[in-house]
């Protein structure tokens, strides 16, 4: 396949870049930055334009975003986070129309927060929504993605959960305490954490690239835990003593809206529709995925 890709980069983007290499595609990333030099199947852009109208895609995958848990969501931030994926969609839906052919395909990624905050009742794709911030940026970015649909594009949405891996994300932050001696769990505890080892991101993303599949996908490993839940497993595995919550207002104080968003509320997500399509998760568990992550 022929395929380019936004955020491929970045910590899910760049590990998924090498997956399609090695699996025989070619690859053009869309990036900023211009340091990076093309390799054998693998091209960089730093501009759309620069792509040829005679090109043709099999797909795009569209993963660019600035990082949403980094610093207090003031109004200059979230006018940040929004146009950084609804604008870079728009400009690949520019790119898609300008195009001889349009992509057969778009992979589109949108996130578990397209929910909002919500109790412990399981949510497959088709669950109802809280308004929030998090909702509103992730349904702007669905909404333009779906737009790939009037040019006649297979559309894909892909709502990841927490993404766990050894080499960034939020692994390496629940884990730092935790090596230390130290669980922590986020106020109550009780909200849910709906995770998901990095390396099934991968393969579901390949799975829909594949098939002939097209909707929103939550791409959440099945058995989603509580954020306490989380912190006693990791904390069985690293053999940490001591228990340490941090309260709700603490978290409120240093981070705002983004601690009553993101860390202190959660949504117990499943994977209905990619289980019902036959996609098989390697990392059904915690327990399993904690000891692929703590291995060696
Ligand atoms: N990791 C998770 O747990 C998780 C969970 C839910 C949703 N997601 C979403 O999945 C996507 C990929 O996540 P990730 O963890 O791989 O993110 P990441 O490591 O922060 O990488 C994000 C990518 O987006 C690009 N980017 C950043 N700021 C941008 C901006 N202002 N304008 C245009 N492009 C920008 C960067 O590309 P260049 O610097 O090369 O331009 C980078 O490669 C993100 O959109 C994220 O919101 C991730």
């Given at each position: 396949?022929?395929?380019?890709i936004?955020g491929?980069?970045?910590f899910i983007g760049?590990?998924?870049v090498?997956?399609l290499?090695?699996?025989?595609?070619?690859v053009?990333v869309y990036t900023?930055?211009?340091?990076f030099?093309d390799d054998?199947?693998?091209?960089y852009v730093?501009r759309l334009?620069d792509?040829?109208?005679?090109?043709f895609?099999?797909a795009?995958i569209?993963?660019?975003?600035e990082?949403?848990?980094?610093?207090?969501w003031?109004?200059a931030?979230k006018r940040?986070l929004?146009d950084s994926?609804?604008?870079t969609?728009e400009?690949?839906?520019?790119?898609a129309?300008?195009?001889?052919?349009?992509?057969?395909?778009?992979i589109?990624?949108s996130?578990?927060?397209?929910?909002?905050?919500q109790d412990?009742?399981?949510l497959?794709?088709e669950a109802?929504?809280v308004?929030c911030f998090s909702?509103q940026?992730c349904a702007?970015?669905?909404?333009a993605?779906?737009?790939?649909e009037?040019?006649?594009?297979?559309?894909c949405?892909?709502?990841l959960?927490?993404?766990?891996e050894?080499d960034?994300g939020?692994?390496?932050?629940?884990?730092k305490?935790v090596?230390m001696g130290?669980?922590?769990?986020?106020?109550s505890g009780r909200q849910?954490?709906?995770?998901?080892h990095r390396?099934?991101v991968?393969?579901?993303?390949?799975?829909?690239?594949?098939?002939?599949?097209?909707g929103?996908?939550?791409?959440?490993?099945?058995?989603?835990v509580?954020?306490?839940?989380?912190?006693?497993?990791?904390?069985?595995h690293r053999?940490?003593?001591?228990?340490?919550?941090?309260p709700?207002?603490?978290m409120r104080?240093?981070l705002g809206?983004?601690?009553?968003?993101?860390?202190?509320?959660?949504?117990?997500?499943?994977p209905e529709r990619?289980?019902a399509a036959?996609?098989?998760?390697?990392y059904?568990s915690?327990?399993q995925?904690?000891c692929?992550?703590l291995?060696?």
């Amino acid at each position: 396949m022929n395929i380019l890709i936004t955020g491929g980069t970045g910590f899910i983007g760049s590990p998924l870049v090498r997956h399609l290499l090695e699996r025989g595609d070619t690859v053009t990333v869309y990036t900023r930055n211009p340091d990076f030099e093309d390799d054998v199947g693998l091209r960089y852009v730093n501009r759309l334009d620069d792509v040829s109208a005679s090109t043709f895609y099999d797909a795009f995958i569209n993963l660019a975003g600035e990082s949403i848990a980094e610093g207090r969501w003031t109004a200059a931030r979230k006018r940040a986070l929004v146009d950084s994926r609804v604008g870079t969609t728009e400009g690949l839906l520019a790119l898609a129309e300008r195009l001889e052919r349009p992509p057969s395909a778009l992979i589109s990624a949108s996130a578990i927060g397209y929910y909002g905050p919500q109790d412990d009742t399981p949510l497959g794709e088709e669950a109802t929504t809280v308004d929030c911030f998090s909702h509103q940026l992730c349904a702007a970015w669905e909404t333009a993605a779906r737009r790939f649909e009037t040019i006649g594009s297979r559309v894909c949405i892909v709502r990841l959960g927490v993404v766990l891996e050894r080499d960034g994300g939020a692994f390496a932050q629940l884990d730092k305490s935790v090596q230390m001696g130290v669980k922590t769990w986020l106020g109550s505890g009780r909200q849910y954490l709906s995770w998901v080892h990095r390396e099934d991101v991968i393969r579901a993303i390949a799975f829909l690239l594949d098939g002939k599949l097209s909707g929103a996908f939550n791409l959440t490993a099945p058995e989603p835990v509580t954020n306490r839940g989380f912190s006693e497993a990791l904390a069985g595995h690293r053999r940490s003593l001591i228990g340490l919550p941090v309260p709700g207002f603490v978290m409120r104080a240093a981070l705002g809206q983004l601690a009553d968003e993101l860390l202190l509320t959660g949504q117990r997500v499943v994977p209905e529709r990619l289980e019902a399509a036959g996609f098989a998760f390697e990392y059904r568990s915690l327990d399993q995925a904690l000891c692929a992550l703590l291995a060696s």
